[in-house]
């Protein structure tokens, strides 16, 4: 099963939960093909989408690993990361982070390989060898760009788990196994994989299974914790352990919560019955096992387990019946609290649904999994999506029955953002019609803010360009629709439209629609753009001795009239009006004022620039001539 790699927000240091919008059931898009038709994929490995949206998947095809790098919303081509090895690449893993961050570690004959983008702006760098030996990688990144990797190496005598950390740009090892319960075990191998969640606070927890039990340690950085512990228990419900292992773990923001989920076999009455439980690691010590399958001692079993927290614990511990092959869901509540068991979906199948649990949004999650109805239909991509404080939604069909039968136990996942989008990406088809698919759930983009101030806008142009500030949205592309007077005026990607059709003298009402590619919008509240193409009217007399110290009067006439046949309140009105003297000196009129006064105090030839300016922007301007003479002495 494919775990998503999400990183965790730093709960223990925010303290109560920030307020958030509602998010609503997000719309599909589309399904888009990322890869093929091509018999060449062997599957797809893994899916990450950090808080910020940015993120990516991998897949194998023809011995090599690939990668589509997600942002914006949008896959872009994959890009092979292998080049230059042998094509025998296999076990590829992903985690993102903000920023566009992006890790990608891969085993290529023996040899652990790691892979990583500093940044959305910075290339994909070539494949750095991490440790020989090598298998079972498992990768996951917090919120704060530290990542862990964790993974089983041989040792000559068996196989030991191995933790690398990420911080800086940087790799480094942690010295030591963390497997010490038995220097004989072999541990992280076949059902005993190891498995990492990094909580938000930038410590991780490596779970993996070893001499048929399950034990986690914690790494802070290179650090590992002194002891390990054991998440298995001796019996449950009166049914005898026999083995345990597939462990998969997940934690919030608060490394002192993780919850490890695991398959146990257990022998009761004489028959074995497999069972999904999970186990609450809170600082150093378990809380005690419980079921989180649902069913009863010694009925069907239930395997397949995997789990997912948010920042704040909320999230699931999935599980599927091995006979009737549904798939049912443990709701995990705040910090990682048990809560009850439900099935997902409600349409019998004929093959293992493989469920797939998500992070979407602070406090929401969803649940993608397989529907295969047998000889009725092709087997589908499902999913059921819960917004914060509500139930699961309705079920949701995200694939397309015309691209043939998905095929989950290929690979199947799903990821979100901090925003409650999220994407879910499988394999489709079989041969040479073999497809890696994805589909993006988006919720409703951010409005468009009208740019206005606080007055209206004014023009002085028939077709003036009107501006809004962009959505907010991290996935898009986004589309905006401008209507002008209620009638739809243009479409556009970018935050400015010029009104391609002439727009008469006067006030009128603009809005702008944020659109995506689901077919969801959010309108801001309508704003007003004033266009006046006409200038100002101006006319100016003089009056008064022309000689030095003499007072000049200055007479001044103006409005602003609308076009012919227009009513005068189609017009903006005065803004202001300015005289330059000549003299060095101005004097700014305030609206109103129709009569001024002047002195020079030097004869000499002067220039009187008159410039009246409306609240568009149109000006008039009057320039008079004057000598002024010398002052006459009795």
């Not at 439209?497 to 969801?520: I, Y």
């Amino acid at each position: 099963m494919l775990r998503c790699a999400l990183g965790g927000l730093l709960a223990a240091l925010l303290g109560a939960a920030p307020a958030s919008a509602a998010l609503v059931e997000p719309s599909p898009s589309p399904p888009i093909v990322i890869d093929g038709p091509s018999a060449a994929i062997t599957g797809l490995n893994g899916l990450s989408v950090a808080r910020d949206g940015s993120g990516g998947l991998v897949y194998v095809k023809a011995g090599h690993v690939f990668v589509s790098v997600l942002a914006g919303g949008q896959f872009q081509p994959p890009v092979e990361l292998d080049a230059g090895l042998p094509p025998a690449s296999s076990q590829p893993v992903i985690a993102a982070g903000n920023g566009g961050v992006l890790l990608v570690g891969f085993i290529n004959a023996g040899t652990l390989y790691v892979v990583d983008r500093a940044s959305s702006s910075a290339p994909l760098a070539a494949p750095e060898p991490l440790s020989g030996g090598a298998a079972n990688p498992s990768l996951q990144m917090s919120n704060f760009g530290k990542a862990y990797l964790a993974f089983t190496a041989a040792d000559g005598a068996g196989h030991d788990v191995r933790a690398a950390y990420y911080a800086g740009g940087a790799w480094s090892l942690e010295p030591t196994p963390l497997n010490a319960v038995s220097a004989a075990d072999d541990a992280g191998t076949g059902a005993g994989a190891p498995a990492v969640a990094t909580a938000g606070d930038g410590v991780a927890t490596v779970a993996w299974g070893e001499g048929g039990h399950i034990y986690t340690r914690r790494v802070w950085a290179t650090a590992a914790s002194v002891v390990d512990e054991q998440a298995d228990p001796s019996t449950v419900g009166g049914c005898a352990e026999v083995s345990a292992g597939h462990p998969v773990a997940a934690a919030g923001g608060d490394s002192s919560f993780v919850d490890v989920a695991f398959q146990e076999t257990v022998t009761c009455g004489g028959g074995p019955q497999t069972r999904v439980l999970v186990n609450q690691l809170q600082a150093g010590q378990y809380d005690g096992a419980v079921p989180a399958d649902g069913v009863a001692a010694g009925g069907e079993s239930a395997g397949d387990p995997d789990v997912v927290m948010a920042e704040y614990g909320q999230g699931f511990v999935t599980s599927e019946r091995q006979t009737s092959h549904a798939a049912f869901a443990m709701e995990l509540g705040g910090n990682g609290g048990f809560g009850g068991v439900l099935q997902v979906g409600g349409t019998p199948g004929t093959s293992a649904p493989d469920p797939v649990p998500a992070i979407a949004g602070l406090f929401s999650d969803l649940i993608a999994w397989q529907q295969d109805p047998g000889t009725t239909g092709p087997a589908e991509i499902r999913m059921r999506y819960e917004p914060r404080d509500a139930a699961l939604g309705p079920e949701t069909v995200v694939s397309n029955p015309a691209q043939g039968a998905t095929d989950a136990a290929r690979g199947l996942a799903a990821a979100g953002d901090s925003g409650g989008d999220a994407a879910i990406a499988w394999v489709q088809g079989s041969g040479s019609s073999t497809e890696i698919v994805a589909e993006r759930l988006y919720q409703a983009p951010g409005a468009a803010t009208p740019v206005t101030g606080k007055a209206p806008v004014y023009a002085r142009t028939a077709q003036p360009v009107l501006r809004w500030a962009a959505s907010g949205a991290s996935w898009g592309p986004i589309t905006y629709t401008v209507k002008v007077d209620g009638t739809v005026v243009g479409q556009t990607g970018a935050t400015a439209l010029q009104v391609p059709s002439l727009l008469a003298d006067g006030p009128h009402t603009w809005s702008v629609t944020a659109g995506n590619p689901a077919g969801l919008s959010s309108a801001a509240k309508s704003a007003r753009v004033f266009v006046d193409t006409v200038a100002p009217r101006l006319a100016s007399a003089l009056s008064g001795a022309r000689q030095a110290g003499a007072t000049l009067s200055l007479r001044l006439s103006y409005r602003d009239a609308p076009p012919a046949g227009r009513p005068g309140r189609d017009a903006s009105g005065v803004a202001s009006l300015t005289i330059h003297w000549g003299d060095g000196t101005t004097s700014r009129v305030t609206a109103g004022t129709h009569r001024l006064t002047h002195r020079y105090a030097r004869a000499g030839r002067y220039r009187i620039t008159i410039t009246v300016f409306d609240r568009a922007g149109n000006r008039t301007t009057e320039v008079r001539r004057i000598k002024i003479a010398k002052a006459r002495h009795p």
